[in-house]
């Protein structure tokens, strides 16, 4: 029974590393939107010259849009890392090898190594998105910008 309960545990990991992959791919289908709206902007030949930096902005949704992609290939790896941790841990009932805990710990580990690297690859992603924020607010006239980064007063009325 205590080869049964260990073989559950990853299955935990598992759903917690699917909750991870569904996020990142709701934020790589929002990626691919926005990268779709501004293609549409740059297509129109009546784009002003104020949104040029559209094209800067490209770049850095091209990026963070492969940068998402490879870490949803890393998830999934992980997935069935884990996956296979806890079918072979279940398998130890019938099959007592010497080396099969060996080879699950290394299969483990390699999972969380993967999925470290997942991570990684998202906070990379977070910083270029900042990136694409920044270009998208030099666009502000009359410089401004300083004025959009401070919170309002309390007594301004702006909630």
């Known amino acids: 029974m205590d080869i049964l309960t260990t073989?559950?545990?990853?299955?935990?990991?598992?759903?917690?590393?699917?909750?991870?992959?569904?996020?990142?791919?709701?934020?790589n289908l929002h990626l691919s939107d926005r990268i779709r709206g501004l293609m549409i902007e740059v297509r129109n030949s009546a784009m002003t010259p104020d949104r040029?930096?559209?094209?800067?902005?490209?770049?850095?949704?091209?990026r963070r849009m492969r940068l998402s992609q490879h870490a949803l290939e890393l998830i999934y790896i992980a997935i069935i890392c884990f996956v296979?941790?806890?079918?072979?841990?279940?398998?130890v009932l019938w099959a007592a090898s010497p080396v099969l805990p060996v080879v699950i710990a290394a299969i483990f580990v390699v999972g969380?190594?993967?999925?470290?690297?997942?991570?990684?690859?998202?906070f990379?992603?977070?910083?270029?998105?900042?990136?694409?924020?920044?270009?998208?607010?030099?666009?502000?006239?009359?410089?401004r910008r300083d004025?959009?980064?401070?919170?309002?007063?309390?007594?301004?009325?702006?909630?």
Request: glycine share 8%.
């Open 52 to 62: 040029r930096q559209v094209m800067a902005q490209l770049a850095y949704f091209d």
């Open 84 to 91: 296979l941790t806890s079918l072979l841990l279940a398998t």
């Open 112 to 122: 969380v190594g993967v999925l470290i690297g997942a991570l990684v690859l998202e």
């Open 7 to 27: 073989a559950v545990a990853p299955i935990v990991i598992v759903s917690a590393a699917g909750l991870l992959f569904n996020g990142v791919q709701a934020k």
């Open 147 to 159: 004025e959009c980064a401070k919170p309002p007063s309390p007594d301004s009325g702006d909630r």
């Open 124 to 143: 990379v992603e977070m910083w270029l998105s900042l990136q694409t924020i920044k270009i998208e607010m030099t666009g502000l006239p009359n410089g």
